[in-house]
């Protein structure tokens, strides 16, 4: 069965940096892709982008609202994906979840306040 | 990007009705179209991959079908779990995007 755990959200500060984690359990993490999705409260769901396996090059895919400030990575050894966030801005306020497609995390929440 | 509409935003049914939700997208994406159910304050849970075929583990009273760039979700029968929220998402191009959402409430 698919697991996945993020951790690292919190309170930031507009224009501040948090970095999130994905941990993996219970499929073949490194042949799998994986995606971050975001939902700000009582809002629908905001892909974010991907990471592909090793066997696509670790390709990456981002939506044009965070290209540039947010950065995907993997750690194949750890079964560990990661969402870098820069320049973080009010709106990005939200659960993150990183997911396969087939299975999805819980969720952590980021809130960019002063 | 590719958008996707979901029709309709709301929808109040009974236990027992038979549902369908349309999801139309902007641009042909193939049979590149999830469909998820999410409740309140839980992960969205996978229900349809590749516009039809039924993830393992979810009841087949949940059917998807696609016809040109219209995408249906249908629930033959609903039961008291099924009200919840439902989106679609087009895996045929980035941004993978979904659809506004489809909330369908107890009438």
């Known amino acids: 069965e698919v697991q996945l755990v993020e951790s690292g959200g919190g309170l930031v500060q507009p224009g501040g940096s948090l970095k999130l984690s994905c941990a993996a359990s219970?499929?073949?993490?490194?042949?799998?892709?994986i995606h971050w999705v975001r939902q700000a409260s009582g809002k629908g769901l905001e892909w974010l982008g991907l990471?592909?396996?090793?066997?696509?090059?670790?390709?990456?895919g981002y939506v044009s609202s965070v290209k540039g400030r947010f950065t995907i990575s993997r750690d194949d050894s750890k079964k560990t994906a990661y969402l870098q966030m820069n320049s973080l801005k009010t709106e990005d306020t939200a659960v993150y979840y990183c997911?396969?497609?087939?299975?999805w995390g819980q969720g952590t929440l980021v809130t960019v306040s002063s | 990007d590719i958008q996707l509409t979901q029709s309709p935003s709301f929808l109040s049914a009974s236990v027992g009705d038979r549902v369908t939700i349309t999801c139309r997208a902007s641009q042909g994406i193939s049979s590149y179209l999830a469909w998820y159910q999410q409740k309140p304050g839980k992960a969205p849970k996978l229900l349809i991959y590749?516009?039809?075929t039924l993830q393992s583990g979810v009841p087949s009273r949940f059917s998807g079908s696609r016809s040109g760039t219209e995408f249906t979700l249908t629930i033959s029968s609903l039961q008291p779990e099924d009200f919840a929220t439902y989106y679609c998402q087009q895996l045929s191009n980035y941004p993978f995007t979904f659809g506004q959402g489809t909330r369908l409430e107890i009438k």
């Open positions: 590749a516009a039809s």
């Open positions: 990471i592909r396996s090793k066997g696509y090059n670790y390709a990456t």
């Open positions: 219970g499929f073949t993490f490194s042949g799998s892709a």
């Open positions: 997911t396969t497609t087939t299975g």
